[in-house]
């Protein structure tokens, strides 16, 4: 079965630098999807960023970027210019693309939750 | 609005009762999927359908049970033989098909057993 790692339970960054949070997983699969999603304290989980596993180039959306080392099974993301609405519990997330009955079943890390320090 | 609403925000359950919770979509999207959030663990899939009238157990789904009678509703019953009932729970609706496609996410419901 696919794992997901997190290794870091909370991190802090001061307002307006550059942060980048790891993730780790584990699979023997050739092809799937991985996300980031964020939960801020209202608990309203938000989609980030994904990439697809067979796109070598790394997603980007606007300050979020990805750094995704295939060989390593390695997809950390790197938030520059940090604000503070950035302060929230962010999470890896891996889908495979066997779905059963087509549903999208996600495997998800344990989380990082990130302070923005004014 | 196209969204995903789940009621109630909070509830409080009595050891031994059963206790719904409420999931509805109007994304007109397919599928839909429970999870369970504990302190300091990541999402843990309980449930999902893909069609009315389907579902199929995910990683956690002992001492809970789900229907999908409209492809608009998905209700979580979490019954007393779950031993551990507190945590935040969370519904989900995608498309099906789109290996890609997005997850949204309601707000959430925080069971709480008293």
């Known amino acids: 079965a696919q794992t997901v790692t997190q290794s870091q339970p909370e991190m802090s960054v001061q307002e307006a630098e550059t942060v980048t949070l790891s993730c780790t997983y584990d699979?023997?699969?050739?092809?799937?999807?991985l996300f980031w999603y964020k939960q801020p304290p209202s608990r309203q989980m938000i989609l980030v960023i994904r990439q697809e596993a067979y796109k070598q180039q790394n997603a980007t959306e606007n300050r979020f970027s990805v750094n995704f080392q295939k060989a390593a099974k390695s997809f950390s993301l790197k938030i520059s210019d940090s604000q503070l609405g950035d302060a929230a519990m962010y999470f890896c997330a891996y889908r495979s693309p066997e779905t059963i009955q087509g549903a999208q079943k996600l495997v998800f890390g344990q989380g990082t939750r990130l302070t923005i320090n004014p | 609005d196209g969204g995903i609403t789940q009621s109630p925000k909070y509830l409080f359950r009595k050891e031994g009762q059963n206790v719904t919770l409420s999931c509805e979509q109007n994304?007109?999207?397919?599928?839909m999927y429970w999870y369970r959030q504990d302190p300091g663990q990541g999402l843990r899939l309980i449930y999902y359908s893909q069609i009315v009238n389907d579902f199929q157990k995910g990683d956690i789904a002992e001492g809970y049970s789900v229907s999908r009678e409209k492809k608009e509703s998905f209700p979580l019953t979490v019954t007393s033989a779950q031993k551990n009932p507190t945590a935040f729970y969370l519904c989900?609706?995608?498309?099906?098909?789109?290996?890609?496609?997005?997850?949204?996410f309601g707000p959430g419901t925080r069971l709480t057993v008293l």
């Open positions: 994304l007109n999207h397919d599928a």
């Open positions: 699979t023997s699969e050739s092809d799937y999807y």
């Open positions: 989900a609706s995608s498309m099906v098909g789109l290996a890609g496609d997005e997850q949204f």
